[in-house]
């Protein structure tokens, strides 16, 4: 299926430069936020309070944040867990505040809002917990590009694997810099959409590498600039038209899916736009500046092998 009515010739990589200032500058501006705001880490990270509470009707979560507000908890997160009945509260550490204290405080203010609460659990998230899941994390970031880097070396030609890593660092650092932009909250969700945005990204650009390989070899005339714009055009249609069905999806699960997997939904929708934009104008620009040639793309002679001449 084709979104485009007709063969494009978009000459992609002729605004390489500019797409490439773009890029810098976005950069720039998520490491000053990340350096100057940080991220606002979820109590995955921080550690804190759960409490799980149901009630014999449907919680109206808005009336539940005032009363928690008014209780001297206005930082609480509320949200609905399994069904309308059933509320998770994450209550952020205090410093010199008990945890059982607290947690007996926050049933306290709920059960005079209604005495018809019911307590079902509660749990404490030690900060200890936050630091190691915070360096496992990282280190399934690191894993999963140490990974990619050889695959796509061995698939492809190591230029190309340098231009498929530098785009996923691309899309990882800004996706993290509009959470820290924004102070929205990242939790463990939204490191698995991380993870997610890495693997989409990098297929649209193995889609992408696997056309320019194959107009290499094909196409005996061109330079490799407009080669690249001819693999490019060709795939434009797919590219598109999978990152406009997820964007679908995606925002469905945005608006409607409720305050649990609003920051992972965000996550993936920054995450498709930047890694379409990076497979089209990153990950083919990179292994261009590092100097990939018809050359190195060649199928390896054997020894001793007769050359066929397959010419028309």
């Known amino acids: 299926m084709r979104i485009l009515g007709k063969a494009t010739e978009i000459d992609f990589m002729g605004k390489r430069k500019i797409a490439m200032a773009f890029s810098t500058l976005l950069i720039v501006i998520a490491f000053a936020s990340l350096i100057v705001r940080g991220l606002n880490f979820g109590i995955d990270f921080t550690g804190g309070t759960i409490i799980e509470v149901a009630y014999p009707d449907t919680a109206d979560l808005a009336e539940l944040r005032q009363v928690l507000a008014d209780a001297g908890h206005p930082d609480a997160q509320v949200q ?38 019911e307590k079902r659990r509660v749990e404490f998230v030690g900060p200890q917990v936050g630091e190691e899941l915070t360096e496992q994390g990282g280190l399934a970031m ?80 061109g330079t490799p600039v407009s080669i690249m714009n001819a693999s490019i055009n060709q795939t434009l249609s797919r590219t598109l038209m999978t990152s406009l069905t997820t964007l679908l999806v995606l ?16 996550a993936l929708i920054v995450g498709v736009f930047i890694g379409t934009y990076s497979s089209i104008f990153v990950a083919g620009s990179t292994a261009l500046a590092l100097g990939i040639s018809k050359a190195d793309l060649m199928p390896v002679q054997k020894e001793g092998a007769e050359e066929v001449d397959d010419r028309p």
């Open 80 to 117: 609905h867990f399994g069904t309308s009945r059933d509320v998770l509260i994450r209550i952020a550490p205090q410093e010199g505040r008990n945890r059982a204290e607290l947690s007996d405080e926050v049933l306290s203010a709920l059960q005079a809002a209604d005495p018809a609460v």
């Open 142 to 221: 690191l894993y999963a590009l140490i990974g990619i880097l050889i695959y796509v070396t061995l698939r492809f030609e190591y230029r190309f694997s340098l231009g498929a890593v530098a785009a996923l660092v691309h899309d990882v650092i800004i996706t993290l810099g509009v959470f820290s932009l924004a102070q929205v909250e990242f939790d463990l969700t939204v490191l698995a959409a991380l993870l997610a945005v890495i693997g989409y990204s990098l297929n649209d650009t193995i889609v992408v590498f696997d056309r320019i390989r194959e107009n290499f070899r094909r196409m005996r005339k």
């Open 251 to 266: 925002l469905a699960l945005f608006f409607l899916g409720g305050e649990i997997i609003h920051a992972f939904a965000l």
